[in-house]
């Protein structure tokens, strides 16, 4: 089952960057540039798994899991640079949610080197799939802080905008990140990645209309016609 499930989330993922992609040509947004890194990650991911039992153990696929966890740790934290841009666009928080989006995100991308320059590699079979994972006996803390800060922007967007969608999928991925993976796998927690992903593309338009509607109505026909052109 596990091959299979690698397949559904690479090409799931590789299908909602390519389907997004188009969409940052257009608006040239940079939060839809931040959503996208970590989904891109999951790529890698996901194909790392379904290929892993042909590789078998090795300090090849040692090698190549540990970068798995690299791009974890520098991309999950992009998510919180694009919750920040989308709070201070929806007029929420001000300069200060981007100040604070920008801390949080360095502080885990920080937390999640340090985790992976201590990990302890051993290679694990779940469902069929082969690969690696640290039993330093650390805890996986930056995920779930980043599913908690997700969280509370997804509660602020809510509140703002009448829209619960970021703050639905933020929970998914709280509750997701804190199941024990050597017993479920990773795959609940792609499908929470996969569903904020989602949330936070789903949200760009939302706060783009609030956005729109707090400068001058001349600049916003302008803005809206420059768009269509592109």
């Known amino acids: 089952m596990g091959p299979y499930l690698s397949a559904f989330f690479a090409l799931s993922s590789a299908l909602l960057v390519d389907r997004s992609f188009p969409v940052y040509r257009r608006t040239r947004s940079v939060a839809i540039l ?5 989904v891109v990650g999951l790529i890698y991911e996901s194909l790392l798994l379904l290929v892993g039992q042909r590789l078998g153990a090795s300090p090849r696929l040692e090698a190549l899991n540990a ?17 920040a841009d989308l709070l201070y666009r929806a007029g929420i928080g001000g300069r200060a949610a981007r100040r604070a989006g920008l801390l949080a995100a ?4 920080g937390l999640g080197a340090l985790q992976t320059l201590r990990a302890q590699w051993q290679p694990v079979e779940i469902f069929g799939t082969l690969h690696y994972r640290d039993f330093s006996g650390a805890l996986p803390l930056a995920l779930p802080i980043t599913a908690l800060l997700l969280t509370a922007a997804g509660a602020a967007l809510w509140r703002k905008l009448r829209w619960p969608g970021l703050f639905a999928a933020a929970l998914f991925l709280l509750v997701a990140s804190v199941l024990p993976v050597n017993t479920v796998g990773p ?12 949330a936070l593309l789903r949200a760009e338009p939302r706060v783009a209309r ?17 768009r269509r052109e592109e």
């Open 106 to 109: 360095l502080a885990l991308i």
């Open 210 to 226: 609030v956005d729109t509607a707090s400068v001058p109505a001349d600049v916003a026909a302008r803005l809206s016609a420059y």
């Open 34 to 38: 931040l959503i996208l890194w970590p």
């Open 187 to 198: 795959f609940p927690q792609w499908a929470a990645q996969l569903t904020v992903a989602v």
């Open 67 to 83: 970068l798995r966890y690299w791009l974890n740790a520098a991309f999950m934290p992009f998510w919180l640079l694009a919750a």
